[in-house]
């Protein structure tokens, strides 16, 4: 456990003493507030135009749901941005090393390495649940003028952090097999791209085939999620996938010591 600490630490001072952290952060943080900007003007607009229909009309103004048409679509396009950056959140972990050498260092430590794959993982996610946390300022403002349920805002961010945790193993392991950054951040994104469009080719083929597709798509199982509905086979589906990333990516490392080369 103290290995495994350290590794964390290691890792996460790593992120925050470099550029990296701060860069991610505040372009996910951004756009997401860019996003954020343009949904809630597009509601407001919609609840102005209803309500003055309605006094036209002499009814009472329709109640709209600001959950499912400001908060969902926001949960959406978030995932979406998680995409493009969680890849340069974890092309570095051994990418790094193996470019520096340090990573000789860490196979002759006496710390295991599974220790170190974790203690490495968890920093990634780490970063990741602060980009989210962050993002809850959005959320304030909803709160500060209006009345959303805070439930299905805390299963959307549940089905974030479970989704965000399957890019972070995938990137993991394609920083395992490489030494270029560039390389590793651009098979993980390709890989998750892949995984997150497959269900839209579910359509064109046959539906037994189209209901596995629909399986596998990353983003199927976040729809749930972002409607306030947490289903124990998404939690299980997403839990699996992170499991098979991590698993490969131990199996990565213990490759490369074998051969005994980078």
């Known amino acids: 456990m103290r290995n495994f600490v350290a590794i964390l630490e290691r890792e996460v001072r790593s992120y925050f003493l470099s550029p990296l952290a701060y860069v991610v952060i505040f372009f996910f943080l951004a756009v997401s507030g860019i996003f954020f900007y343009l949904i809630l003007s597009n509601f407001v607009e919609i609840c102005i135009r209803a309500t003055m229909q309605a006094q036209m009309y002499q009814m009472m103004p329709p109640k709209l749901n600001v959950n499912m048409m400001a908060i969902r679509p926001m949960l959406h396009n978030m995932a979406l941005f998680a995409l493009f950056f969680l890849p340069l ?98 098979s993980t994104f390709a890989f998750i791209l892949v995984f997150w469009a497959i269900g839209w080719v579910s359509d064109f083929v046959s539906p037994s085939v189209g209901r596995v597709l629909s399986y596998f798509s990353l983003i199927e199982h976040f729809e749930d999620f972002a409607r306030g509905v947490i289903d124990t086979k998404h939690i299980v589906f997403y839990l699996s996938f992170v499991f098979f990333g991590l698993f490969l990516t131990y199996l990565s490392i213990q490759s490369a010591r074998w051969r005994g080369a980078k």
């Open 89 to 186: 959140v974890t092309m570095k972990l051994y990418a790094e090393e193996k470019k520096t050498g340090t990573i000789e260092l860490l196979m002759t430590s006496p710390i295991t390495d599974a220790q170190v794959m974790l203690g490495k993982y968890t920093a990634s996610l780490v970063l990741y649940l602060t980009m989210l946390a962050l993002t809850f300022v959005y959320m304030a403002f909803l709160y500060a003028y209006g009345e959303p349920e805070t439930g299905p805002i805390l299963s959307g961010y549940l089905g974030l952090f479970l989704l965000g945790a399957a890019y972070l193993a995938f990137g993991l392991l394609f920083s395992s097999l490489t030494e270029n950054q560039i390389i590793a951040a651009a």
